[in-house]
Nanobody, 128 residues
C-alpha cells in the first residue's frame, strides 16, 4: 500500500510563506498525477494544485494562481507545494493525494474516491 506523509505546515502571518512536502513510499514517477487538496473549517475539500508526472504539467485553483507553486522531485519521491503571499483564507488542512491507478482526467477536480491514496494532512494557519 502506498503511503503519503505530509510535512511543513505551521502558523504564519498574512503575507508569509510555507513549503509543504509530501513523501511517497512508492516511486512518484509511476503515478499519473499527484496533487494537493485542502479543507477549511466548515467547507468542502477543494483541489489546490496538481502535477502530472509524464510531462510535468501543472494546474492550479484560481484562488492560488500566482502565489502557489507545485513541484515534484522524482529522485526523492517527494511532492512539494511552495506557498507565498499567504492569506487568512488559505487556512486549512492540506492533504497530499496521488493517482497510481492512472484513471486519467483532471486530477484537480477529483473527489476523495477519485484519488487512490491520501496523506493524513498537515495544518496551515494564516493569521492577520
Amino acid at each position: 500500500q502506498v503511503q503519503l506523509v505530509e510535512s511543513g505546515g505551521g502558523s504564519v502571518q498574512a503575507g508569509g510563506s510555507l513549503r509543504l512536502s509530501c513523501a511517497a513510499s512508492e516511486y512518484t514517477y509511476s503515478s499519473y498525477c499527484m496533487a494537493w487538496f485542502r479543507q477549511a473549517p466548515g467547507k468542502e475539500r477543494e483541489g489546490v494544485a496538481a502535477i502530472y508526472t509524464g510531462g510535468d504539467t501543472t494546474n492550479y485553483a484560481d484562488s492560488v494562481k500566482g502565489r502557489f507553486t507545485i513541484s515534484l522531485d522524482n529522485a526523492k519521491n517527494t511532492l512539494y507545494l511552495q506557498m507565498n503571499s499567504l492569506k487568512p483564507e488559505d487556512t486549512a488542512m492540506y492533504y497530499c493525494a496521488a493517482d497510481y491507478e492512472h484513471l486519467g482526467g483532471d486530477c484537480l477536480r477529483r473527489g476523495y474516491n477519485g484519488m487512490g491514496y491520501w496523506g493524513k494532512g498537515t495544518l496551515v494557519t494564516v493569521s492577520s
